[in-house]
Structures are given as structure tokens and as C-alpha cells.
T-cell receptor, first 118, second 112 residues
């Protein structure tokens, strides 16, 4: 399957600082990328959908000013958690869907980023 | 009511057992059904997907969908310790935009 690389895999930051997470599609062009958050023992919750070259669409309850998403190229999307607080500590996962996708084209997931805010 | 309900388990079975994992969903507009496997601290990986009611087999795995009951299942035959993971069902609209709704995930442990 296609490869989606997410970096860093783990980050610890101080409360009040910002953290950037990168999601790269390594061997395909991804017109759409998705950002999910997963709390312990809970399912993945979609935060936002990002299309290359346009503004991200955020799910209800997700603060767009806190979770900044940039999808400037067909292979890279970034999620920046601004002014992070301990309650933002979670597992953040991206997925990428290929260009010219058909209905049965899967979205490939990155390996996730474990964010801990202290 | 959650859009997708999945028993979180944990489920513990002996090696070689048949495992049954299940989800129910509430919105009949969802026509695209997927099962993901997630190992600890890793991203999910796709196991199987299907659109239609009925069974779909892939090796030791069988995905089953009953749209009339809004019920989906994943069966694992001859389970192995390496199958120990969290299994997530996911659903989406027919023309999948990649925007999926996930179940809570069932944690499976296969004991040697």
C-alpha cells in the first residue's frame, strides 16, 4: 500500500507553546488529507479535512484558531497545535487520499503523533 | 446515540479460535464499510472494505454486512497471537471522500 509518513512520532512540549505535526504522502499525490485525534481507549475522531490549496474544513467543536492546518502541496499537510494545554495531549493521526480517487480508494494513515503537554 | 457503536472489549481468545467482532450503525446513508487494525501506538491499517450486503473473504478474514439491520461484522478464523490488536470498524458515504466515522475499537488478545 501507499506510504504516509507522519513526523514527529512523539513530542513533549510545555504548556503555552505551539507544536507542528507534519503529514507526508511519500509515493502518491494526496489532494485530500484528514486529521484525527484519538484519546486513550477511544476511537478516532475527525478534526478536519484539508484539500490542497484551499482552507481546511473543521468538524463541529474543533477550534480552527487552535488547530491550524496547512496543505500547501500535494504531498504535505501540517497541523499546528497553538498554545497547547495539557488537555490537548492526545494521539494525532493523519490520513491521505490519492488524487483522482475513485469511490473505493482508501485513505492511508500515518503512524500517528503522540503529543504530551506538560 | 452514536453513529457507530462497537463493543470495546477487551476480548481474549485462545490461539486457533474464531473471533467475531461487531458494529452497529444508525445512518442508512452510510454505504461504505471498512475494518482497520491498529497496533498499540501505531496508525490504523486497512484490513477490508465492502459496499454491499453479504460476505467478503480475504484469507482468514471475512467481512459481513447486513444493511437491513445496520450491522457489520468481522470474523477471524484460526486466530493467531499476531492478530492481537485493536480492531476498528469505520463507515462512510458511498462516494467515499475519505471522511470516515469510526467505532470505538475492540481490543483483541489471542493467547498462545
Amino acid at each position: 500500500g501507499a506510504v504516509v509518513s507522519q513526523h514527529p512520532s512523539r513530542v513533549i512540549c510545555k504548556s503555552g507553546t505551539s507544536v507542528k505535526i507534519e503529514c507526508r504522502s511519500l509515493d502518491f499525490q494526496a489532494t485530500t488529507m484528514f486529521w484525527y485525534r484519538q484519546f486513550p481507549k477511544q476511537s478516532l475522531m475527525l478534526m478536519a479535512t484539508s484539500n490542497e490549496g484551499s482552507k481546511a474544513t473543521y468538524e463541529q467543536g474543533v477550534e480552527k484558531d487552535k488547530f491550524l492546518i496547512n496543505h500547501a502541496s500535494l504531498t504535505l499537510s501540517t497541523l499546528t497545535v497553538t498554545s497547547a494545554h495539557p488537555e490537548d495531549s492526545s494521539f494525532y493521526i493523519c490520513s491521505a487520499r490519492a488524487r483522482r480517487a475513485t469511490p473505493n480508494t482508501e485513505a492511508f494513515f500515518g503512524q500517528g503523533t503522540r503529543l504530551t503537554v506538560v | 446515540q452514536k453513529e457507530v457503536e462497537q463493543d470495546p472489549g477487551p476480548l481474549s481468545v485462545p490461539e486457533g479460535a474464531i473471533v467475531s467482532l461487531n458494529c452497529t450503525y444508525s445512518n442508512s446513508a452510510f454505504q461504505y464499510f471498512m475494518w482497520y487494525r491498529q497496533y498499540s501506538r501505531k496508525g490504523p491499517e486497512l484490513l477490508m472494505y465492502t459496499y454491499s450486503s453479504g460476505n467478503k473473504e480475504d484469507g482468514r478474514f471475512t467481512a459481513q454486512v447486513d444493511k437491513s439491520s445496520k450491522y457489520i461484522s468481522l470474523f477471524i478464523r484460526d486466530s493467531q497471537p499476531s492478530d492481537s490488536a485493536t480492531y476498528l470498524c469505520a463507515i462512510g458515504p458511498l462516494f467515499n471522500t475519505g471522511k470516515l466515522i469510526f467505532g470505538q475499537g475492540t481490543t483483541l488478545q489471542v493467547k498462545p
